[in-house]
């Protein structure tokens, strides 16, 4: 199966990872379990899955030219996606993610966006969208070039993905697929939604198809319900980055849809049983060997 071009357009973070039992009320101080730090970034993260389940991919971002850019950078490369598009901006931070995790698994996240929020639309080239099977967008960059490519992506018959988050009003008519979470999609469309039935609900308020990660509970895409695989996570933290970015892979073979749900249902399962992010993502040959089990 011929290898699909993939083109994330987003966000390159470091990750700052604290483990702790409880979080601290305000004006407190405890003390934490473990502190990890990582690469991350929505944007890095959906590359990095993509990449590892046999995606060609070139990243379009900005990094500071301080010690994280350069890191970043190298990162890229030791995994093979193409970095010719990552510019290094003068006199701005790389963007950080503090993020503390706390004992049941579940995160909570502060993103500083830094370099990301000087990524403009001058910083699309045409001619690299075209050449993808799928572009891939998050809201970690400015709304405008978020929009612009988008706008670019249709108007070349590229297919894109749009995963809204940190969800705030964006125009989605021009996305091919909406990923948000379960808390992304109630800040869109003010409904509230704590399961499958309340987010079937609130995802036939969106334009266009709408796949909703539930976490634990699957999926779900237009109005279909794809159950989940049953893990006893250790790290929920980048797991929807692992869905968006091996759907993209997947889809971009020439999977189907369902076909396309179903294996990034479980690949982003598999991203839960390590602590980090793209560290925590698993290969393909990895994803296929649990695949056959």
Do not use: W
């Amino acid at each position: 199966m011929a290898k699909p071009h993939i083109v994330v357009v987003g966000s390159a973070n470091i990750d700052l990872t604290t483990f702790t039992d409880d979080f601290p009320r305000p004006g407190e101080t405890i003390f934490g379990r473990e502190f990890h730090l990582g690469f991350g970034g929505k944007g890095a993260n959906q590359a990095f899955a993509a990449r590892l389940c046999g995606a060609e991919v070139t990243m379009i971002a900005r990094v500071g030219d301080d010690l994280f850019g350069e890191a970043t950078l190298k990162n890229f490369a030791s995994a093979g996606i193409d970095t010719s598009q990552v510019k290094i901006t003068q006199g701005v931070s790389t963007g950080v993610a503090p993020i503390f995790v706390d004992r049941s698994g579940q995160n909570r996240i502060l993103v500083v966006k830094g370099a990301n929020d000087l990524l403009k639309p001058d910083d699309i080239d045409p001619e690299i969208i075209r050449r993808a099977d799928v572009v891939v967008l998050q809201l970690e960059i400015p709304l405008e070039t978020a929009g612009h490519t988008l706008r670019l992506a249709r108007s070349v018959g590229v297919r894109s993905i749009l995963n809204p988050a940190p969800a705030q009003p964006v125009d989605l008519a021009d996305a091919d697929y909406v990923i948000p979470n379960e808390s992304e999609l109630e800040t869109l469309t003010g409904v509230p939604v704590h399961d499958a039935g309340s987010a079937r609900i609130a995802a036939g308020k969106l334009k266009g198809r709408v796949i909703v990660t539930l976490g634990a509970n699957g999926s779900l895409c237009c109005g279909e319900h794809f159950p989940p695989h049953k893990v006893e996570p250790i790290d929920t933290t980048g797991a929807g980055d692992a869905f968006i970015g091996s759907f993209a892979c997947f889809l971009g073979e020439g999977f189907s849809e369902s076909d396309a749900i179903r294996r990034a249902n479980f690949y982003a399962a598999l991203s839960t049983l390590s602590a980090g992010t793209q560290k925590s993502f698993v290969t393909r040959d990895r994803l296929e060997a649990e695949l056959a089990m």
